[in-house]
């Protein structure tokens, strides 16, 4: 993906330092495009397919989806929309950066009318064809054993028009805590890594990761926590220190800033916090949720605008809080309309915050 570096300086002068980070190998942007929220409906297609090609055309080239998003119609679109820019020129395909996701169960095109529906569908696409076993579920909506995630990276390969994913997440694995023991979890942990491993080696996926929402927030006595440090030992015992776990998604913003401030993780025989860990391990962050489905993108209190200085809109300076945070190499914001697309990506012309200006938003709170 060395390509990613042509994308960045077709934007020298446009965008400001810093807008871009080298990561992996790869030149992101610093605001990438998400695609959870919306109707799974035509107008939404559409929608989501026009603020994919305007977020290329002005800065944009991560784009982060999952198979369960809108029932899979937002892998669609967005495959859709990459294929179109890709055979029109506009872009080409190593320039961009996709990541999707596997895990929770994706219906197809529309959710189920009733828990019936659901459990024929289950029945029908799982069970009977020998993908996977009623126990693997975990509340009858998560699973990741190697076979379903196998299968599911498949139709997302489908689903995004693309014969390799360059970031392919386990789709907030801590569900299965719910229901399975801690030393069972890391098992099929490994499982699904092993899994992963071969799909890297195959071609299918470049690197993977964890997107989780709790996981790694939550306290390291939470019921629900997981430890970096655990699931990188968990990598390493499957591939040595070549493997590819290489990124985590987590949610990450002015109302949900554990990540930054809560030594809830262990690195080199002590406490950090999750950012401190995943430098330590030479993991990526992306951040889910940056304006936190659109309620922070009004109604901030001054303080931050006097603080993050330069941005138009609330939206603006919650992305540029989430952009500047040391760590974070992405600030991941869903995007399905191109009036947001265009004023998000107004961001991408301020150079990130200064380490002090930042750090000056805690020290007055």
């Given at each position: 993906?060395?390509?990613?570096?042509?994308?960045?300086?077709?934007?020298?002068?446009?965008?400001?330092?810093?807008?871009?980070?080298?990561?992996?190998?790869?030149?992101?942007?610093?605001i990438g495009?998400?695609?959870?929220?919306?109707?799974?409906?035509e107008?939404?297609?559409?929608?989501?397919?026009?603020?994919?090609?305007?977020?290329?055309?002005?800065?944009c080239?991560?784009f982060?989806?999952?198979?369960?998003?809108?029932?899979?119609?937002?892998?669609?679109?967005i495959?859709?929309?990459?294929?179109?820019?890709?055979?029109r020129?506009v872009?080409?395909?190593?320039?961009?950066?996709v990541?999707?996701?596997g895990?929770?169960?994706?219906?197809?095109?529309?959710?189920?009318?009733?828990?019936?529906?659901?459990?024929?569908y289950?029945?029908?696409?799982?069970?009977?064809?020998?993908?996977?076993?009623?126990d693997d579920?975990?509340?009858?909506s998560?699973?990741?054993?190697?076979?379903?995630?196998?299968?599911?990276?498949?139709?997302?390969?489908?689903?995004?028009?693309?014969?390799?994913?360059?970031?392919?997440?386990?789709?907030n694995?801590?569900?299965?805590?719910?229901?399975?023991?801690?030393?069972?979890?890391?098992r099929?942990?490994?499982?699904?890594?092993?899994?992963?491993?071969?799909?890297?080696?195959?071609?299918?996926?470049?690197?993977?990761?964890t997107?989780?929402?709790?996981g790694?927030?939550?306290?390291?006595?939470?019921?629900?926590?997981?430890?970096?440090?655990?699931?990188?030992?968990?990598?390493?015992?499957?591939?040595?220190?070549?493997?590819?776990?290489?990124?985590?998604?987590?949610?990450?913003?002015?109302?949900?800033n554990?990540?930054?401030?809560?030594?809830?993780?262990t690195?080199?025989?002590?406490?950090?916090?999750?950012?401190?860990?995943?430098?330590?391990?030479?993991?990526?962050?992306?951040?889910?949720?940056?304006?936190?489905?659109?309620?922070?993108?009004?109604?901030?209190?001054?303080i931050?605008?006097?603080?993050?200085?330069?941005?138009?809109?609330?939206?603006?300076?919650?992305?540029?809080?989430?952009?500047?945070?040391?760590?974070?190499?992405?600030?991941?914001?869903?995007?399905?309309?191109?009036?947001?697309?265009?004023e998000?990506?107004?961001?991408?012309?301020?150079?990130?915050?200064?380490?002090?200006?930042?750090?000056?938003?805690?020290?007055?709170?």
């Amino acid at each position: 993906m060395k390509a990613t570096i042509n994308y960045k300086e077709r934007f020298t002068g446009v965008v400001a330092e810093g807008h871009f980070r080298r990561s992996q190998g790869l030149w992101m942007s610093s605001i990438g495009l998400g695609s959870y929220l919306g109707a799974p409906d035509e107008r939404t297609d559409g929608a989501y397919r026009s603020a994919v090609k305007r977020a290329v055309e002005l800065g944009c080239n991560v784009f982060d989806t999952a198979a369960n998003y809108r029932c899979q119609r937002s892998e669609r679109t967005i495959g859709d929309a990459l294929a179109d820019l890709f055979a029109r020129g506009v872009a080409a395909r190593d320039e961009i950066v996709v990541s999707t996701k596997g895990g929770y169960v994706p219906f197809d095109a529309t959710p189920p009318r009733s828990r019936q529906e659901m459990i024929a569908y289950l029945e029908e696409t799982f069970i009977k064809p020998g993908i996977c076993k009623w126990d693997d579920f975990v509340q009858s909506s998560h699973c990741m054993t190697p076979d379903y995630i196998s299968h599911q990276l498949d139709q997302s390969l489908r689903n995004l028009k693309l014969e390799c994913v360059d970031i392919y997440y386990i789709h907030n694995p801590e569900s299965q805590l719910a229901e399975v023991s801690r030393d069972d979890f890391y098992r099929r942990l490994r499982a699904a890594f092993e899994f992963l491993e071969t799909a890297v080696a195959d071609g299918k996926i470049s690197i993977y990761g964890t997107a989780t929402w709790n996981g790694y927030r939550a306290p390291s006595d939470s019921p629900e926590a997981l430890s970096l440090e655990r699931v990188v030992e968990t990598a390493r015992e499957v591939a040595g220190d070549g493997h590819h776990f290489k990124v985590v998604q987590l949610p990450f913003n002015l109302a949900m800033n554990e990540a930054f401030t809560d030594a809830n993780q262990t690195f080199d025989g002590g406490k950090a916090t999750f950012l401190e860990a995943a430098a330590g391990f030479g993991v990526t962050v992306m951040s889910s949720a940056s304006i936190l489905q659109s309620r922070l993108s009004s109604g901030l209190p001054p303080i931050i605008g006097a603080s993050l200085k330069g941005l138009r809109t609330d939206a603006q300076r919650a992305i540029q809080f989430t952009r500047s945070t040391p760590g974070i190499d992405v600030a991941l914001v869903g995007m399905s309309d191109v009036a947001h697309v265009e004023e998000n990506l107004e961001a991408a012309k301020i150079p990130p915050a200064p380490v002090e200006e930042y750090l000056g938003l805690f020290d007055r709170g």
